[in-house]
């Protein structure tokens, strides 16, 4: 069967090619009886408008660019974040009749190839997630004028819209709880320090610690569970008479978890234990996660709402997101 046509459409609707082109378009220069008859015959037809044809008059691809700065083997590992993240913001895209790019960048290479398919013209607007502190993608990005947000402050000095949470407030509840329950040595394990993210809770935890006169007692992993558990055994050596630990995620708390109970803290007796995140294996950790809870969900529908008003209202301010303390066994 032949593909049906605008010039089918128009005959059928009784009106001009260039008026049915106006009315699949979305411009709003038509009356609404005219706009009927035309969709009408769309209908009738079943004419599908031709997207390159279609990107041509509106200077529009309805194509977002979602790009994550990892590696395959991190985007799809046990971590839920980013599984979470790309589901979240695909559903508020599609609602918005827009089509997901999703470009992996964990590489010199990689970086290279998203940037030539931006500059190409071939997407509308860009979402950046999990940047890196030397990731040269958000400053390259906004040298082309394509508009860009990032998921998480960006860690470089350049002007770019974003929606986060308040990791420094939120670091800071989780060592206060750990305070208000009588704990004395409260150790943490950070996130990576060329991560906003990372650095934001290592500095809620400090300041919370340094406004009850107690020292910092900090190890580092890398958000990932076994980096948690690797980080919890060089603490334990560091200073056996800790008795609690803020851990940056709660994968690295999962992981922390194991390894006390290999070394027979109990928890929460001997050693209290608070993530955050609050992502749904915390509920069934033992004993279950105290945690902050972190509105991944929320912040990527807020981050394509961000982006979708760039196109119509130009530059915009920054969304902060609040945090909130679940308290469950573990603490």
Known sequence: MKRPTLEAVAARAGVSRATVSRVVNGQMTVTPQIRDAVMRAVDELGYVPNS?????????????ALVVSEPPTRVFSEDPMF???????SLELEAADKQVVLMLGGSAQSHARIE???ASGHVDGVMLISMHGADPLPSAIARMGVPVVSYGRPAVPVLLPYVDNDN??????AVRHLLDSGRRRIATIAGPQDMIGGQDRLKGYREALSESDRRSIVAVGDFTRESGAVAMRHLLQDDPDLDAVFVANDLMAIGALQTLRQAGRRVPDDVAVVGFDDIEAARYTEPPLTTIRHPIIEQAAAMVRLLLGLFKDGPADPV????ELVVRGSA
């Open 52 to 64: 390159a044809a279609r990107s041509l008059v509106t200077q529009r691809t309805d194509s977002i």
């Open 168 to 173: 420094v407030g939120g670091a800071k509840k």
């Open 83 to 89: 599984s979470t993240v790309i589901r979240s913001a």
């Open 116 to 118: 030539r398919y931006i």
């Open 320 to 323: 902060i997101l609040p945090t």
